[in-house]
């Protein structure tokens, strides 16, 4: 069983950076495929990044060119660097782990959340 505990989340000011980890027990996961989600209230979770167990990454749209996703295999742990937050980036994040395509929200694993919120 795989286990998923994330960190780094609070409360910052618009254009602001926050980073979060995600750090895995349980299993080495350097064959899986890492992201992140998101879902703000009274929304549905939503994809924001991931990558590959080859390094490729991906991004949604309304991330791309100021989140950066990466990952660190010895150390099962997956980061999203997040820079010029908006009070739209407000949301609890959640880790994700799989297998397959993360993005098509086909994952294995959820890690329990952690939440960001951006003041204006």
């Known amino acids: 069983q795989v286990q998923l505990v994330e960190s780094g989340g609070g409360l910052v000011q618009a254009g602001g950076s926050l980073r979060l980890s995600c750090t895995a027990s349980?299993?080495?996961?350097?064959?899986?495929?890492m992201g992140w989600f998101r879902q703000a209230p009274g929304k549905e979770r939503e994809f924001v990044a991931q990558?590959?167990?080859?390094?490729?990454?991906d991004y949604a749209d309304s991330v791309k060119g100021r989140f950066t996703i990466s990952r660190d295999n010895a150390e099962n742990t997956v980061y999203l660097q997040m820079n010029s937050l908006k009070p739209e980036d407000t949301a609890v994040y959640y880790c994700?782990?799989?297998?397959?395509?993360?993005?098509?929200?086909?994952?294995?694993?959820w890690g329990q959340g952690t939440q960001v919120s951006v003041s204006s």
């Open positions: 990558v590959w167990w080859s390094g490729t990454t």
């Open positions: 349980g299993r080495t996961l350097s064959n899986y495929n």
């Open positions: 994700a782990v799989g297998t397959r395509r993360i993005a098509a929200m086909r994952v294995d694993y």
